[in-house]
């Protein structure tokens, strides 16, 4: 079994940062790619970015230049930068990694519990 952790969300004005964490533990072999999403009040959960284990990244066209993802693969932890937040960047965000179990060798999608952040106007 594989747990995620997510950490770094909080209340922020606007035009402030944020700095998310997510944390990978358990039977792990590897990781092949981590993505942050976000689920808004009322709206469906939207990805945000993604990064494959060679460090390649990619972002939704409403963060790009804002946000930056990045990843320590020996930590299994994946970083969202967030700059220039806006109100509308107010969200759960969720970490999703794409995980090879160590034990059972199959590659499979987990997801952290979210964490919360507002950017307040």
């Known amino acids: 079994q594989v747990q995620l952790v997510e950490s770094g969300g909080g209340l922020v004005q606007a035009g402030g940062s944020l700095r998310l964490s997510c944390t990978a533990s358990?039977?792990?072999?590897?990781?092949?790619?981590m993505d942050w999403y976000r689920q808004a009040p009322g709206k469906q959960r939207e990805w945000v970015a993604g990064?494959?284990?060679?460090?390649?990244?990619n972002y939704a066209d409403s963060v790009k230049g804002r946000f930056t993802i990045s990843r320590d693969n020996a930590k299994n932890t994946a970083y969202l930068q967030m700059n220039s937040l806006k109100p509308e960047d107010t969200a759960v965000y969720y970490c999703?990694?794409?995980?090879?179990?160590?034990?059972?060798?199959?590659?499979?999608?987990?997801w952290g519990q979210g964490t919360h952040v507002t950017v307040s106007s």
């Open positions: 990064i494959a284990a060679g460090g390649s990244a």
């Open positions: 999703n990694a794409q995980v090879v179990d160590g034990t059972s060798m199959h590659e499979l999608h987990y």
């Open positions: 358990g039977s792990i072999f590897s990781i092949t790619a």
